[in-house]
């Protein structure tokens, strides 16, 4: 009897385990996700390139970027707070805090509005690359917080979920850069 409870629960460790990983609920697939972000998964740097694309940077600038972000990825916090299942699709509804580069964005434009010779060039010309170089290293050391609350999409597909495509204002969140002043 007991070498039949032995084998039982081996059994059960062997194949429960990997049932549970080809059968992952919606919460576990956002997990997984967001701990991508966590960990700088190659895919999510990848993604990293055509995001700093967008912007006005020399390529110092966006190595110095990409740098913040990782940072930004890398102490990324949340919390799973509900989950929906309908079928093959589900909601995951998350609350992340991640560094607030809006306001950090929002405290560099002023500055530069109320101080903006400090950004001209020798001909007293408007340098951009000066302001980006003084944007950049705000953000580096921006330090203050904000939650956002995010609703992740999922579809069920081969026994398997996976988060839809985020909105182009969840990846803002992501970032720290959603604008939550027009909300």
């Known amino acids: 009897m007991k070498k039949l409870l032995i084998i039982l629960a081996l059994f059960f460790v ?9 059968n992952s609920s919606p919460k576990e697939a956002v997990r997984e996700f967001l701990d991508k972000y966590n960990n700088n998964d190659s895919d999510i740097l990848d993604e990293l390139d055509t995001f700093t694309e967008s912007y006005n ?21 949340y919390d799973i707070t509900d989950e929906k299942i309908n079928g093959d699709k589900a909601t995951v509804d998350a609350t992340i805090t991640v560094y607030d580069f809006y306001k950090t964005n929002q405290n560099s434009d002023n500055y530069l509005e109320e101080n903006a010779d400090e950004f001209n060039d020798e001909n007293n010309e408007y340098d951009e690359t000066k302001f980006n170089d ?6 580096q050391n921006a330090s203050d917080t904000i939650d956002y609350d995010i609703t992740f999409n999922l579809t069920k597909k081969d026994n398997k979920w996976t988060v839809d495509q985020l909105s182009d204002s969840d990846l803002e969140k992501i970032h720290g850069i959603y604008n939550y002043e027009n909300e």
Do not use: A, R, V
């Open 14 to 22: 062997t194949f429960g385990c990997s049932f549970n990983l080809m």
């Open 134 to 139: 003084y944007k950049l290293k705000e953000l």
């Open 57 to 77: 940077f020399n390529d110092e600038q966006k190595n110095s970027y990409k740098k913040i972000l990782k940072k930004q990825y890398k102490d990324l916090k």
